[in-house]
């Protein structure tokens, strides 16, 4: 028999909102309501006299009656506070109907004295509850909460995670592995005279790990684990910041040895600007908390800060220089290897067939991160038991690729002929290029099927091994290939489609990078125009940002630029004139099935060749 749950707190709140709004309710009733009027016993004998009071009810020293009409003011009856002994006979006098009421008694009395302060004290109350309350309360948390720390606490056998858990970021264990030795064994570390460093920066893309590194280190030491955001520092109220810092170093010295662990640092931790002034002052408070309490940091307190960010480079300079964030440890994108360990991990609770091969699906996802490669398994297990297998097979796991990378299938988006031989054309143009290029990356797939929000077809490369370093070669034939869809369209008709849009974008970025960035300009010579660098760990994106350089340097980029993206141009124009009877096959066996793998691909005549 399951447990009996515990009221809610917001329901036991609505009670006493309720019960105290029927006392009230009852209290107003007794009061004898809107239409009596109370009046002087002055009044009440003229009244009497001039025949306006039809009936009386008498209670102690109170007479309660009705008048014989409405009165000017809508009142109906009153109330008079006085009896004199006379009464009786007066009432017989006119003709008054009279009746008696029993006097209240002593508990009604003191029911009437106690019950209205026990009301305010009620109401009292249940305000400093729902302001003041922890967690429950109609204002989530209440008003007078704001300034505790909301980190959550994991006890030292709450966090189940290990190292074992974590796969493809060896070096980053590596390194973390002092920290877990430190908390095991503080003592150990001031033998000589050393310290372990107090504050460690967890660098990387999102989705590499970070979060599930800080919680294998508390796992490992068996420790407490304060789990926290830095954006939940900051709040509208001046102040809150820099209280709810300092309530978590206060909580986390008491819960010694432990691990703090701040979540997108960079939200809290952004460099400090020269103006001052309504929010951007109350972050630079709360950062100025933080790196104090990091600064009192006792060091023979075993407290570990943990923090992790994706965009370092905003970060405050305080925040690590020696004594705070002194050590960065780099968790990246995981290599070949790194993602068959990974994809190890997440597919131990997935049914897999027996053709399932790690290393042909790391070699299809390249650049994939450890959340990628977890979202991976799982769409490749969605996609088997949507076609009712008994067990997750490759051809579920190219398809979860192709889903991940291209976009989901939009059948229902019914192109017309002509532009979908267009699309055919230019899908195909991108493949035949790529294919007579020597040294291209291999093409795994061609299709004309619409995914995604606007892409009308794709054709899918898989680079052959993890590549760091590229030469201007190798850059120059990324240009053509992506030009080759432009070439085709300008092979098969003199009017051209947006279709290639996105290529030229791409390409665009290649060629201002070779010429601003890697000195592959030419006649501009060795020279980095360009030396800003956008976001240290973000995808790679534009190459170029604010311009440093004359307008005569600013020309002579822009004529590189657009020499590059002519020459890439020509490049695929003249492999696919060469390869027009190709082309044309390819293109119509792409109209007959919407879709060729790299084997069903027509085999063009390779660049430099006799043939060519």
């Known amino acids: 028999m399951a447990p009996k749950q515990p009221p809610k707190p917001w329901l036991i709140q609505v009670f006493w909102v309720l019960a105290l709004g029927f ?92 019950l209205p302060p026990l009301l305010f004290v009620g109401i009292w109350l249940g305000a400093s509850r729902l302001m003041g309350g922890k967690g429950g309360g109609m204002l989530g948390g209440g008003l007078l909460s704001v300034g505790r720390s909301k980190a959550r606490l994991s006890a030292e056998t709450d966090v189940k995670v290990s190292f074992d858990d974590v796969a493809g970021v060896d070096e980053a264990k590596e390194e973390l592995h002092e920290i877990v030795d430190f908390l095991r064994t503080p003592e150990d570390f001031g033998r000589l005279g050393a310290h372990i460093p107090r504050g460690i920066l967890l660098v990387g893309p999102p989705g590499t790990g970070k979060t599930l590194l800080a919680r294998a280190v508390a796992g490992e030491a068996g420790v407490a684990f304060f789990n926290t955001n830095g954006a939940e520092f900051v709040e509208m109220f001046v102040g809150v910041g820099a209280a709810r810092v300092r309530d978590l170093f206060e909580q986390a010295r008491a819960k010694s040895p432990c691990i703090i662990f701040i979540d997108e640092l960079d939200a809290l931790g952004r460099a400090r600007g020269a103006t001052a002034g309504g929010g951007q002052d109350e972050k630079e408070q709360t950062l100025n908390q933080l790196l104090a309490e990091m600064d009192g940091f006792d060091r023979s307190a075993a407290i570990v800060i943990l923090a992790a960010t994706n965009r370092p480079e905003i970060l405050d300079p305080a925040l690590l220089r020696a004594g705070r964030f002194d050590r960065q440890v780099l968790v990246d994108r995981p290599e070949k290897k790194g993602r068959v360990q990974i994809l190890k991990v997440h597919l131990k609770t997935i049914k897999l067939a027996a053709d399932i091969d790690c290393d042909a699906i790391a070699a299809m996802t390249p650049g994939f991160t450890g959340a990628d490669l977890a979202n991976l398994a799982n769409e ?44 055919a054309y230019h899908e195909m143009g991108h493949a035949l290029v790529a294919r007579a290029i020597p040294g291209a990356d291999p093409v795994q797939k061609v299709s004309i099927i619409p995914r995604g929000i606007a892409a009308l077809g794709y054709t899918m490369q898989r680079p052959a091994e993890d590549r760091f370093l590229m030469g201007a070669d190798e850059l120059r034939t990324r240009m053509a290939v992506l030009m080759g869809g432009r070439a085709a369209e300008t092979l098969i008709g003199p009017d051209v489609s947006t279709g290639a849009a996105d290529d030229l974008a791409r390409a665009t970025d290649i060629a201002r990078g070779m010429v601003a960035r890697f000195g592959m300009g030419g006649a501009l010579g060795p020279v980095a125009w360009d030396t800003e660098t956008g976001h240290f760990l973000g995808e790679q994106g534009a190459f170029w940002h604010k311009r440093v350089y004359s307008e005569a340097t600013a020309r002579e980029i822009d004529d590189a630029v657009r020499r590059l993206l002519g020459e890439a141009l020509a490049r695929a124009i003249a492999i696919l004139r060469t390869n027009r009877a190709a082309l044309d096959a390819g293109a119509e066996d792409l109209l007959a099935h919407e879709m060729l793998t790299g084997d069903e691909l027509p085999v063009p005549v390779p660049e430099g060749s006799d043939d060519a």
């Open 23 to 114: 006392l009230v309710f009852s209290l107003v009733g007794q009061t004898g309501g809107g239409a009596a009027e109370t009046i002087s016993y002055t009044r009440f004998r003229q009244l009497l006299a001039d025949g306006q009071v039809l009936k009386v009810v008498v209670s102690g020293e109170q007479i309660r009656g009705d008048f014989k009409d409405k009165q000017p003011d809508g009142s109906t009856g009153f109330i008079a506070q006085r009896v004199p002994p006379d009464l009786a006979e007066m009432l017989a006098a006119r003709g008054v109907e009279v009746s008696a009421a029993p006097s209240s008694s002593g508990f009604g009395t003191l029911l009437g004295w106690v």
């Open 380 to 423: 490749a297990a969605v996609h088997a038991t949507r076609r009712k297998a008994d067990a997750t097979a490759m051809l579920d796991f190219a398809a979860a690729v192709e889903r991940i990378v291209a976009g989901l299938e939009k059948r229902s988006r019914v192109l017309i002929p002509r532009e979908r031989r267009i699309v």
